[in-house]
Nanobody, 118 residues
Framework: QVQLVESGGGLVQAGGSLRLSCAASGRTFSSYAMGWFRQAPGKERELVAVIFSGGSTNYAGSVKGRFTISRDNAKNTVYLQMNSLKVEDTAVYYC????????????WGQGTQVTISS
């Protein structure tokens, strides 16, 4: 069973930066699309960014130009570089994976808290 372990969350001031990492177990990491989601208190979980096996990416409009998703297949790790952070970026951030691009994400990490102070 695959394990996804997020790290890198924390407390930063608005305007600051954080880089989240998600390490995956298993030998077929490069075949999967990897996504970052977030869920703020009282809100539904939302997709923040996704990177497909070929390297193409998509972003939520609210983070486009500020966040960058990347992957290192040799390290079985996906990253989320978050710059120009805003208070409204405060949430628990989760990574997830899926094998088929059109399918739902099927494995999830435990999440890492990101808190942005004003």
């Amino acid at each position: 069973q695959v394990q996804l372990v997020e790290s890198g969350g924390g407390l930063v001031q608005a305007g600051g930066s954080l880089r989240l990492s998600c390490a995956a177990s298993g030998r077929t990491f490069s075949s999967y699309a990897m996504g970052w989601f977030r869920q703020a208190p009282g809100k539904e979980r939302e997709l923040v960014a996704v990177i497909f096996s070929g390297g193409s990416t998509n972003y939520a409009g609210s983070v486009k130009g500020r966040f960058t998703i990347s992957r290192d297949n040799a390290k079985n790790t996906v990253y989320l570089q978050m710059n120009s952070l805003k208070v409204e970026d405060t949430a628990v951030y989760y990574c997830a994976r899926k094998l088929i691009p059109a399918a739902a994400f099927d494995s999830w990490g435990q999440g890492t808290q990101v808190t942005i102070s004003s």
